[in-house]
């Protein structure tokens, strides 16, 4: 089924523990982004990419690295993680910078950081 | 002047009810404004948007009212049905913020059957 893949969709991390989050798509779209969900705040951007190769900052960038090495493929990673960065994930990907495009999003990895 | 303010927080109503979800902005350079749908597990999925030459567009039972002097938007649901409880997102856009949109907080919806 064409569309957004996020791995893991669970994860509990200690304090100061690294990881990587995956989010693959199927779509060729050119643009893909992070962002977290908390509950009353909606969505917050992390990062996003623009094509392969490209990354920037959003919203709430702290705490996060990116990469896009490859066009279907998204990492976000949190190098040290703190209680904070508990939260759900997702990423999207989208045709164009244009939002009427539509993004598709992915269903998300649930993280707790204890 | 990047915020997108919604309301309510959450809302229930009885099935076959009209639920309205409001959403209001600052930024007069948002020229997009998309409502995304997101299931419990899900990711959100986009729903129905409207641009501010139009007051008003209609897909289905879904409905955007559009009120650019007022800088508001909502979000109606005709004959409301258990499978439209979800969490409902109103969110906006414009060039000048790089195309990246700017989502409100979110309103939990339940319909009662």
């Known amino acids: 089924n064409a569309g957004v893949t996020q791995t893991p969709k669970f994860r509990v991390l200690k304090t100061g523990q690294s990881m990587t989050l995956l989010c693959a798509q199927d779509?060729?779209?050119?643009?893909m982004y992070w962002y977290r969900q908390d509950p009353g705040m909606g969505l917050r951007l992390i990062h996003y990419?623009?094509?392969?190769?490209?990354?920037a900052k959003g919203e709430v960038p702290d705490g996060y690295n990116v990469s896009r090495l490859k066009k279907q493929n998204f990492l976000l990673g949190l190098e040290s993680a703190a209680p904070s960065q508990t939260s759900v994930y997702f990423c999207?990907?989208?045709?164009?910078?244009?939002?009427?495009?539509?993004?598709?999003f992915g269903s998300g990895t649930r993280l707790t950081v204890v | 002047q990047q915020q997108v303010k919604q309301s309510p927080q959450s809302l229930i109503v009885q099935k076959g009810g009209i639920p309205i979800i409001n959403c209001a902005y600052e930024?007069?350079?948002?020229?997009?404004f998309p409502w995304y749908q997101q299931f419990p597990g899900k990711g959100p999925a986009l729903l129905i948007a409207?641009?501010?030459d139009v007051s008003e567009k209609k897909e289905g039972r879904f409905t955007i009212s559009f009120n650019k002097s007022a800088k508001q938007f909502s979000l109606h649901i005709m004959d409301s049905q258990p499978g439209d409880s979800a969490t409902y997102f109103c969110a906006a856009n414009s060039k000048d913020s790089n195309y990246q949109l700017i989502w409100g907080a979110g309103t939990k919806l339940i319909i009662k059957p």
């Open positions: 990419s623009v094509g392969e190769g490209t990354t």
């Open positions: 779509m060729n779209h050119e643009y």
């Open positions: 999207a990907s989208s045709y164009s910078g244009q939002p009427f495009y539509g993004y598709t």
């Open positions: 409207i641009r501010p």
């Open positions: 930024n007069t350079a948002f020229d997009y």
